[in-house]
């Protein structure tokens, strides 16, 4: 990425010069910019990145930090591209490790429920900037891809479609949005942050929870999804509500043959466990 007005006002931001840029995400943004005694990360509009996600993740970050949610801190914003050149932001880099273990780690697991619970103690309305999110990952909708014929479909998910069809709960508190363990940053057995908060917002807990559940079926199996309901319902000294739609919304918001696709399976035994609670 060889945009000089970009990289000069991120330097600006943080207070350095840029000795060195690494791209995060398969070699596009964000970046990982490194300056001569720290390393930033910037955000700017790529392929599968708007001027919106930029103007969320901002908004979420400035929320994290009013009510001291664990988050990367946001050094500088233009979301104008007035100085920029184009929609940007510069956020802290978070020390930990986002390695998730393929084997079942109940504690692990708990701290992951916990984390989220700490998030969803805060109320707030739905704003521009931070939208009610009615399922993760909001920017898709491939159950509506299903339902216009634009994607193939099978007919598990279109009975789970029908099902869930008339229920709406809702819930007006911080969602993160995107919860998958690439988000989490771990220290040994601590959540030190979630980052990515480019899809936020407002809605029910259920939203992060039935995402982070259905994550964890894929890489830790299906007993895994039960460990992080307690350590969220521990933590919020309450019981979740509506777990088995969350889930399975979670389950419907992914396209009909998964990536990888040993994936495909495992959502289909996660969809069809929430359907049997419903």
């Known amino acids: 990425m060889g945009n000089r007005q970009l990289f000069a006002w991120a330097a600006a931001c943080a207070g350095g010069r840029v ?13 990982l910019v490194r300056l001569e005694s720290a ?3 910037l955000r700017a ?44 932001s510069v956020e802290t880099v978070v020390p930990g490790s986002s390695h998730w273990p393929a084997r079942l780690d109940a504690d692990r697991l ?16 739905p704003s521009d900037a931070l939208p009610a999110r009615p399922r993760p990952i909001a920017v898709d909708d491939f159950a ?6 634009r994607m193939a479909t099978t007919p598990l998910l279109d009975r789970a479609a029908e099902l869930i069809a008339d229920i709406q709960p809702t819930a007006p508190v911080f969602v993160h949005g995107d919860v998958w363990p690439g988000n989490m940053l771990w220290s040994g057995a601590e959540c030190q942050a979630l980052v990515d908060w480019k899809t936020a917002g407002v809605g029910s ?21 039960r ?19 969350w889930d399975a919304v979670a389950a419907l918001n992914t396209p009909t043959a998964c990536d990888p ?5 495992r959502r289909d035994g996660f969809l069809r466990a929430a359907l049997a609670r419903l």
């Open 205 to 225: 807990p259920g939203v992060d929870l039935g995402e982070l559940r259905k994550q964890v079926a894929y890489v830790n199996g299906p007993d895994a999804p």
């Open 227 to 245: 460990f992080v309901l307690d350590g969220w319902e521990r933590t919020s000294g309450t019981r979740a509500s509506d777990v088995a739609y």
């Open 110 to 125: 708990r701290a992951a429920g916990a984390a989220l619970a700490r998030i969803h103690r805060i109320p707030l309305a």
């Open 45 to 88: 509009p790529t392929p599968r990145i708007d001027g919106d996600m930029i103007a969320t993740n901002v908004a979420a970050l400035l929320a994290a930090d009013r009510h001291s949610v664990p988050a990367p801190r946001l050094l500088g914003s233009d979301l104008s591209g007035r100085v920029a050149g184009v929609p940007a």
């Open 261 to 265: 696709p040993e994936h495909t399976p």
């Open 19 to 31: 000795r060195g840029v690494r791209a995060l995400h398969a070699g596009d943004g964000p970046w």
């Open 144 to 149: 509506r891809e299903r339902r216009l014929g």
């Open 39 to 41: 390393e930033v990360v």
